[in-house]
């Protein structure tokens, strides 16, 4: 299982840094993603982070603003999210999958966990 959390009400241009928590399995075998969903919108991608952590992507419109990171350790990843705007609004998944950028691949999903950027 999949765990987010960490979202809450932002004002714009303001932080927040979300975490997934993996129970039951370890995710280290795992691509690591964060994907989110606006009211009305389809789901979209945000970004992943490889196995090693080494490789990371990123979607254009949060690129040089979130930052995903891994904690193999704790079993959790992380979405650091600055400069937010109202746009980041959604609910925001983590999940795990087999491959990067092959978004088709993810096979585990947390429940979501609301960001709201008040402008």
């Known amino acids: 299982q999949l765990q987010a959390s960490g979202g809450g009400l932002v004002q714009a241009g303001g932080s927040l840094r979300l975490s997934c928590a993996a129970s039951?399995?370890?995710?280290?075998?795992?691509?690591m993603g964060w994907f989110r969903q606006a009211a009305g919108k389809e789901r979209e991608f945000v970004a992943e982070?490889?196995?090693?952590?080494?490789?990371?992507f990123y979607t254009d419109s949060v690129k040089g603003r979130f930052t995903i990171s891994r904690d193999s350790a704790k079993n959790t990843v992380y979405l650091e999210m600055n400069s937010l705007i109202s746009e980041d609004t959604a609910v925001y998944y983590c999940?795990?999958?087999?491959?990067?950028?092959?978004?088709?691949?993810?096979?585990?999903w947390g429940q979501g966990t609301l960001v709201t950027v008040s402008s």
């Open positions: 039951g399995r370890t995710f280290s075998s795992y691509v």
């Open positions: 999940a795990a999958g087999l491959f990067l950028q092959r978004p088709s691949t993810y096979q585990f």
């Open positions: 982070i490889s196995r090693s952590g080494g490789s990371t």
